[in-house]
């Protein structure tokens, strides 16, 4: 996929579809060369983190891109899924609170995701 924002909204999309909670994505281009595209949502069990994670995975995968690194899986509250230029973030809500990474990512640019996500009743 030639399109990073491409491959970030397909992404986003596939967490949305399964009812991924508070999905963020953070443009990280500029400040680190860890990524240039930061995605952070929730989910309510490790279930459902581990279901949202294998998601993206094979959604990413159908539409050419590899998952360079998984971190996270067994323990179901933080997967992380490294794509070299997004990263995926898929929380508990503890473990999403605790690690605050929109605070740490806070000089980032917040990208607005509304018209690719569900709105929230």
């Known amino acids: ?10 992404a986003v999309k596939a967490l949305d579809s399964k009812k991924a909670e508070d999905i963020k994505v953070i443009k990280t281009a500029g400040l680190t ?13 490790s279930t459902k983190i581990k279901t ?15 998952v ?12 992380l899924l490294d794509y ?4 995926i973030n898929v929380f508990n809500s503890r473990t999403r609170e605790f690690y605050a990474l929109e605070q740490l990512w806070q000089n980032g640019e917040e990208i607005d995701i509304s018209d690719i996500v569900t709105p929230e009743e």
Do not use: P, Q
């Open 33 to 45: 060369d860890l990524a240039e595209y930061i995605i952070i949502c929730t989910g309510s069990s």
């Open 68 to 79: 360079l690194h998984r971190e996270g899986y067994m323990e179901g509250n933080w997967v």
């Open 52 to 66: 949202l994670a294998d998601l993206a995975e094979v959604t990413l995968a159908e539409n050419g891109e590899a």
């Open 1 to 10: 996929m030639n399109n990073i924002f491409e491959a970030v909204k397909i």
């Open 84 to 87: 070299g230029a997004f990263i």
